[in-house]
């Protein structure tokens, strides 16, 4: 059974940067598709970023988009997240997560790491 772990997240002023990785142990990233969420307290999961299998396609939430870049290597089965000109409404517990549709809609990914948060401060 595959486990995900998040990492890499933190406190950062508004502007400042952050890098989260996620690391598969246990299994394989394989051919699925990976993607980011976030939820921010009182509100309910959204979609961040995706990416397939291949790592040749990316996509990205508007709110994120020219910020946030999205990567994998499946060799070391790890994907991340680098986070840019970070702002307050940024702010939440990050989570990665594997499935084997192309969509954004958190129900169609069935394997979730524990989340790490980001905070960022104005």
């Known amino acids: 059974q595959v486990q995900l772990v998040e990492s890499g997240g933190g406190l950062v002023q508004a502007g400042g940067s952050l890098r989260l990785s996620c690391a598969a142990s246990?299994?394989?990233?394989?051919?699925?598709?990976m993607a980011w969420f976030r939820q921010a307290p009182g509100k309910a999961r959204e979609f961040v970023s995706r990416?397939?299998?291949?790592?040749?396609?990316?996509y990205y939430a508007d709110s994120v988009k020219g910020r946030f870049t999205i990567s994998r290597d499946n060799a070391m089965n790890t994907m991340s997240l680098q986070m840019n000109s970070l702002k307050p409404d940024d702010t939440g517990v990050y989570y990665c997560?594997?499935?084997?549709?192309?969509?954004?809609?958190?129900?169609?990914?069935?394997?979730w790491g524990q989340g790490t948060q980001v905070t960022v401060s104005s």
């Open positions: 997560a594997r499935g084997r549709v192309d969509s954004g809609r958190p129900q169609t990914y069935n394997t």
């Open positions: 246990g299994g394989t990233f394989g051919n699925y598709f």
């Open positions: 990416i397939n299998w291949s790592g040749g396609s990316t």
